[in-house]
């Protein structure tokens, strides 16, 4: 009903927009951390419906950015909302097993034209609706929340946490759906003289304890294939080394 009421507003929803985003939003924290807390269980059917209302919970949200009358709501918000998002992204024990033990089953689940339905696939295509609606707006914040969420992966594995590259994959997961827009903009600074872009992905990707760490044989095998497809999406500086050349 909320999603309908957003598609074709009456005027009297206006005087309550303001109660919109905070009934979304503590909705969205109770299942951010009920996804956290099972991340490491087995499904069952409480996680299946949590899942379904959380992909509920993001398409609200998709209808909101896609609103002429409501989009203005999101900026301030979207600080945490991409740090939920990319805890939303977190890979499940039970996804990285059939991951592992089949490798067509990741590809046709990280498809962009994937059919699979997930509470991950779900997060990152409200990443990439927020980004196509709200532009270079959504950039900064976005930035923002990669490098939190890869500073809290840094503190897990400092703390002797052996699902820190967890929240570090996500982060590369969604510096990747970025990619287009950080690239346009390091196009643009490079060009015409503009402001970088908020988050230099070279400075992640040549970093001796960021990509050569991820990659290395220590690391858990979806991180070690993640984070090299992301650094590929990125053009290399004019003269800078190979990222995984020698330390």
Not at 51 to 79: E, G, Q
Not at 92 to 120: F, G, H, I, K, M
Request: glycine share 6%; charged share 20%; hydrophobic share 45%.
């Amino acid at each position: 009903l909320l999603q309908r009421l957003l598609e074709h507003p009456p005027r009297s929803l206006k005087p309550h927009a303001a109660s919109l985003l905070p009934t979304l939003g503590s909705q969205l924290a109770w299942l951010h951390a009920s996804h956290a807390a099972a991340l490491l269980q087995p499904p069952d059917a409480a996680a299946s419906a949590e899942a379904a209302l959380t992909s509920r919970v993001l398409d609200l949200i998709a209808a909101v950015a896609a609103s002429s009358a409501y989009f203005r709501l999101l900026p301030p918000i979207l600080p945490e909302l991409f740090h939920v998002l990319t805890g939303l992204a977190r890979i499940p024990t039970t996804t990285q097993a059939t991951w592992e033990a089949d490798v067509d089953e990741y590809l046709n689940d990280e498809d962009d034209d994937s059919l699979a339905v997930s509470t991950r696939i779900a997060a990152q295509a409200l990443v990439s609706e927020l980004l196509d609606e709200l532009g270079s707006r959504a950039l900064v914040p976005l930035c923002a929340a990669v490098g939190r969420a890869l500073g809290e992966a840094d503190a897990q594995r400092g703390a002797g946490s052996g699902e820190w590259w967890r929240q570090r994959e996500a982060a590369w997961a969604m510096l990747g759906l970025a990619s287009e827009s950080l690239c346009r903009r390091m196009r643009s600074a490079n060009s015409r003289g503009r402001p970088p872009p908020p988050l230099e992905p070279a400075a992640l990707l040549d970093s001796a304890e960021h990509l050569r760490a991820d990659v290395g044989a220590a690391s858990p095998r979806l991180l070690r294939a993640r984070a090299p497809s992301i650094a590929a999406r990125f053009p290399r500086p004019p003269g800078a080394a190979p990222a995984l050349g020698p330390p």
